[in-house]
């Protein structure tokens, strides 16, 4: 299911009778009609809610009734109050649910993008509530027969009771943001330390209910025993990590010994909870780096279409001149990156299905680096395709810290033959180690050198399109904005797919789903916003890392990897029974990074002159020491030593920024009152209701409001309307159950309203980065489809045969 929305040019006046008119009034007949129908299928909705929790608990009342009747057994004991249990938690939960969708339309883009956080809790709660009615009647049918499990249901249902519990706070949460924040906007806005009271709650709920027996239940079946496998594969990677204590990177081989994992959900379900509320960004950093061995790339590889050319290439740090678009006879200088390490190459991966003009070209294979014995899949033809058109510059996801093109290459060939058009896939620095605004400067040098040399590419040039999955949307936008204050072409659209655009700490509807995604929980996803903004990560009193393990150690060579995923394999079936294990030998490090700060960051902590704080409202890129004239040959960029800037102190800016004149929606909330302040999150919550408590004690999460996660050129959504008149049409793939789904919304909505040419599509039941996943079933094939009809839209590419 999929919904889409498109701006569309508003009709002028004209005279009474004219043809205008009567296609205006057809206009409005055709929007009244969608709101009413929009009206019919709330109320529809909200009857199914009422009558699903009606079934529910009659069901509910009936197990109660029968199993209370079978005895003082300690199991039937169990059953009884699991079914009270769910009774109780459908009864408070289903009022909760009906307010927030009888107001969920007010956030969505409009009746034809039925598409928000608010829905999309709703929804998976429904979800959740379906399984306990199909349980309860499946209980309900079978608890004479003699075949009956007894303690498989019962451990089934106490696990969704659990979830369910959750996901009642999770709405009381949603209620509470309804009240705090201003009509018609998902992000928190308003005292930060209001926000960040919030999330510290927020992160103290029970995780483990999701990744255990439940894990994937929002989710379309097909991509459930992909996470089931992929969270055994964490589990036994991150004990692996644990036990460690030689100073041996954690190899490929843990992938394989976890057995008791796949046959204990509770336990794994307890330990995924422990590694994502522990671990720190370098372990996630390895673990998502796992596709990049040889082995596995290699087997993704010879299941991908096979392309004619698929070379990576290095691109000397020199300096470039690029004509202004608006005035072809000036030029401006495009430096190479510079900040936190100083001028390097940039890596970038070349993609074609078809071998064409100017891909074997001397000039072109200076450029290429060798990568072993998959480095170049370059078969001559006799004959030579003619350049294409068109060009697109890929970006890749990774949450700023992971994953090269090698990690996206099986969809991006699928994409060139699709295409028919070059792909040049950007394999930017990554944090920790290279902190913003790095990756940018990297992105932007490449793509400009892409323009500048794309008959070497195989393309023309006539028509170039930005493409990027989660952080890669992230700096599509920016390297697009970035090309506008340079002053040099913009790409000729954007296709962003489930894009981050508010790094910024604060809650949002969606974001509440991180509690039980397990591609994206929140902890994971502050850690690599604070890896990207280049904040010193500090060992926390209260948390349980130093007792973890040698942390910071699994980024050594992955050489180790490879040799232990063919020594572990062969023992994967006799540990796979395997119910017990060697107990954990612990070892402490502490581990830091310096901080990392730059010209950006500074732009915004100034106290006074053009770059203060106050001024950012009417913020350009020239005033972050970008400069577009022709004589400039020592561009500062972004990029000045820590050493030459002040302490980062906490800034004033309103979360989202509005108009020039400050009249639209950089208007301040309504300020809490005293009362609502003291009470805390904690007053959102009925008396009575309890929801379960994280077991592994606090955990630290990077709350800080530094100033450079606030730059427009690390959230874009924060960029005032000047620059976002900058950017090129804009197609956002974005997901329903997606944390980052408002991400999406809310820029979508940005862009509405400032008249720039934009369209939303959300696909439902997939999880955030479904192109990876693009080969695992029908649906994951269908929402990669719909991201290559996106870009073909801004290629003006002809439609694939029917």
């Known amino acids: 299911m999929e919904s889409t929305w498109e701006t569309r040019p508003r009709v002028a006046f004209e005279a009474p009778g004219s043809k205008k008119v009567q296609e205006g009034s057809k206009s409005q007949r055709r929007r009244r009609w969608r709101k009413a129908r929009a009206k019919a299928s709330r109320l529809l909705q909200r009857m199914d809610l009422r009558t699903m929790t009606q079934s529910l608990v009659t069901l509910a009342e009936d197990n109660m009734a029968f199993f209370s009747s079978q005895g003082p057994g300690e199991t039937a004991r169990r059953l009884t109050g699991v079914f009270a249990g769910i009774r109780e938690q459908a009864l408070g939960l289903e009022p909760a649910l009906g307010r927030l969708l009888s107001v969920a339309h007010l956030f969505d883009l409009d009746t034809e993008t039925p598409a928000n956080g608010y829905r999309s809790l709703v929804h998976t709660a429904r979800c959740c509530l379906a399984h306990l009615l199909h349980k309860s009647r499946y209980v309900a049918s079978n608890r004479r027969s003699i075949f009956f499990r007894t303690s498989h249901n019962l451990a089934e249902l106490e696990a969704y009771l659990a979830a369910l519990t959750q996901l009642r706070a999770l709405a009381y949460y949603a209620q509470r943001l309804l009240t705090t924040n201003q009509p018609g906007r998902l992000f928190f806005e308003g005292d930060e330390r209001v926000i960040a009271d919030f999330l510290r709650e927020y992160v103290t709920l029970h995780k483990g209910c999701f990744y255990g027996r439940c894990l994937g239940f929002q989710f379309t079946p097909a991509i459930r025993p992909f996470l089931q496998t992929i969270s055994i594969g964490l589990v036994s990677f991150g004990e692996h990590y644990k036990r460690n204590e030689t100073g041996i990177s954690v190899t490929a081989s843990s992938l394989f010994t976890g057995g008791r994992f796949a046959i204990d959900p509770e336990l794994r379900g307890a330990e995924f909870e422990r590694i994502i509320q522990n671990l720190d960004v370098h372990f996630w950093k390895a673990f998502w780096n796992i596709t990049e061995i040889q082995v596995l790339s290699s087997l993704a590889n010879m299941a991908s279409t096979t392309v004619r050319v698929s070379r990576l290439l290095s691109l000397p740090p020199v300096a470039f001149e690029m004509p202004l678009t608006s005035d072809p006879e000036l030029t401006v200088t495009i430096s190479p990156p510079l900040a936190h390490t100083g001028p390097g190459p940039v890596l970038v991966r070349l993609i074609s299905y078809d071998l064409r003009e100017g891909q074997d070209s001397k000039e072109l294979s200076s450029f290429v680096r060798s990568e072993g014995p998959r480095s170049l899949e370059l078969r001559l033809r006799p004959q030579q395709a003619p350049r294409s058109r068109a060009l697109v510059v890929h970006i890749h996801g990774g949450g700023f810290v992971a994953q090269t093109s090698k990690s996206h290459e099986p969809y991006l ?286 955990m630290w999460m990077p709350l800080y409001s530094a100033p450079i996660v606030k730059n427009p050129f690390m959230s874009p959504l924060l960029a005032p309307d000047s620059m976002l008149q900058t950017l090129p049409p804009v197609h956002i793939v974005a997901c329903a159950l997606d944390p980052m789904l408002d991400d999406s919304v809310m820029f979508a909505r940005r862009l509405r309203g400032l008249g720039q040419p934009v369209t939303l599509r959300v696909v439902e039941d997939l999880p955030h980065g479904f192109l990876s996943l693009a080969a695992l079933c029908r649906e994951t094939r269908q929402a990669a489809a719909l991201c290559v009809e996106r870009i073909r839209l801004i290629l003006n590419l002809p439609g694939p045969p029917v």
């Open 413 to 698: 060939k699928s994409w060139a033959q699709e295409l028919g058009a070059p792909i040049l896939s950007i394999d930017y620095s990554l944090a920790p180690e290279a902190p913003f605004p790095r990756a940018l400067e990297e992105c932007f040098y490449a793509y400009c050198w892409a323009v500048k040399h794309c008959a070497l590419l195989g393309s023309t040039g006539e028509r170039i399109c930005l493409a990027g999955d989660s952080a890669g949307g992230n700096l599509c936008f920016t390297v697009s904005l970035r090309a506008a204050a340079y002053g040099v072409r913009v790409p000729d659209g954007i296709m962003a797919a489930y894009p981050a655009t508010m790094l910024q700490s604060t809650a949002s509807p969606s974001r509440l789903l991180s509690l039980m995604d397990p591609l994206l929980p929140l902890s994971v996803l502050s850690k690599c916003v604070s890896a990207y903004a280049g904040a010193e990560t500090e060992d926390h009193p209260d948390s349980d890392q130093k007792a973890l393990g040698v942390m910071g150690l699994v980024q050594r060579d992955t050489a180790l990897l490879l040799r232990d995923l063919r020594l572990g394999a062969s023992s994967w079936l006799n540990s796979f029974l395997e119910l017990g294990g060697q107990k954990s030998h612990l070892k402490s490090v502490s581990k830091t990074e310096p901080m990392r700060r730059s010209v950006s960051e500074a732009a915004l902590t100034q106290p006074e002159g053009p770059l203060g704080t106050d001024s950012l409202k009417s913020l350009k890129l020239h005033d972050l020491g970008l400069r577009n004239s022709s004589d400039t040959t020592d561009t500062p960029e972004l990029s000045l030593s820590a050493e030459t800037l002040g302490p980062s102190a906490p800034s004033t800016v309103n979360f989202l920024l509005g108009s020039e004149d400050g009249s639209e929606m950089s208007e301040a909330p309504e300020e809490l009152n005293n009362k609502d302040r003291v009470r805390g999150v904690g007053a959102a919550f009925p008396e009575g209701f309890h929801p379960r408590r994280c077991s592994q004690g606090a």
